[in-house]
Each structure stands twice: as structure tokens, then as C-alpha cells.
């Protein structure tokens, strides 16, 4: 009928901010985690990732501790430049949530409280969104993947 909006009208508008406001929020952090976080990290060496990799024990892992802080390291330097390109971002964003689980009971473990562990709680809760979502028309997954891996 000539008088009922079409809901299509309104989609598309809605559907290109949401994909652009994802790419915002992939690049604003994807690039912190790699420039910020990542490089450094990597940069440090092995007595960084030792330090890293001690925070494991608090989930009851307590081998090989600088082979799990590369692979921290690791994940903040490749995860955040794979979500700022929008490539292998679920899995990449899986891994980052990961990450930051660690990081929330390493500052909890510490008595830290949650006023220090909010920011990796808060990060926690960012990739976990990313992971469910995906990166987003913007992005490498919709390019190669067609669907958005």
C-alpha cells in the first residue's frame, strides 16, 4: 500500500552504519593491539614472556610459561593487525577474548580488584561481541569468504 513504509527503506542505511561503525571500532582497537600492546611485547623477548606466560597459573597451567607469553604476545600482535584488516577476525577475536580472560584473573589473582582488571574485562567483552558479529561488509573475511568467517 501506497501509505506503509517498507522496512527495506530503513535496512540498508542501518545495515551500512553498522558495518562502518565495526570497522571504527575493528581499527581503533585492532590497531592499539598491535602498535600499543603487541609490538612491544614481542620486541621485549623472552624475560617479558616469562612474565606473560606466569599469568597461565592462574588457571592451574604452570609449564612453560615464556612459550605462553609469546603466544600472548603473539596474539595481540597478529589478532589485532588480523582485526584491523577484517581477515580471520572470529577466530582472531576469539583468541583476544582469551587473551584478556587471562589478563581479568592475573589482576584479580593479584588483589588488584576490578577497578584495575576493568579495561581487560572490558576488552574481554569487545572481542567477544567481534567473535559473534564478525568484522562487517568492511572487512577480508567478506571478500574471500563471502559469508563473513
Same mark, same amino acid.
Given at each position: 500500500m501506497g501509505g506503509e513504509m517498507s522496512m527495506e527503506k530503513y535496512e540498508k542505511p542501518l545495515n551500512t552504519?553498522?558495518?562502518?561503525?565495526?570497522? *571504527?571500532?575493528? $581499527?581503533?582497537i585492532g590497531v592499539c593491539f598491535f602498535y600499543i600492546h603487541g609490538?612491544?611485547? *614481542?620486541?621485549?623477548?623472552a624475560p617479558v614472556w616469562a612474565k606473560l606466560g606466569a599469568a597461565m597459573g592462574n588457571l592451574g597451567i604452570h609449564f612453560a610459561p615464556v612459550g605462553w607469553g609469546f603466544m600472548a604476545a603473539s596474539?595481540?600482535?597478529?589478532?589485532g593487525f588480523l582485526i584491523i584488516i577484517g581477515l580471520l577476525t572470529r577466530p582472531a577475536a576469539? *583468541? /583476544? $577474548?582469551?587473551?584478556?580472560?587471562v589478563a581479568v584473573t /592475573?589482576?584479580?589473582?593479584?588483589?588488584?580488584?576490578?577497578?584495575?582488571?576493568?579495561h581487560a574485562l572490558e576488552l574481554l567483552f569487545f572481542f567477544t561481541g567481534l567473535?559473534?558479529?564478525g568484522a562487517?561488509?568492511?572487512s577480508l573475511d567478506r571478500r574471500i569468504f563471502k559469508s563473513g568467517f
Open positions: 552504519a553498522r558495518d562502518a561503525g565495526l570497522l *571504527i571500532m575493528r $581499527a581503533g609490538l612491544p611485547k *614481542i620486541m621485549a623477548g596474539a595481540e600482535f597478529a589478532g576469539a *583468541i /583476544m $577474548a582469551f587473551n584478556m580472560l /592475573m589482576h584479580l589473582a593479584l588483589g588488584q580488584g576490578l577497578e584495575t582488571a576493568s567473535m559473534l558479529t562487517g561488509r568492511y
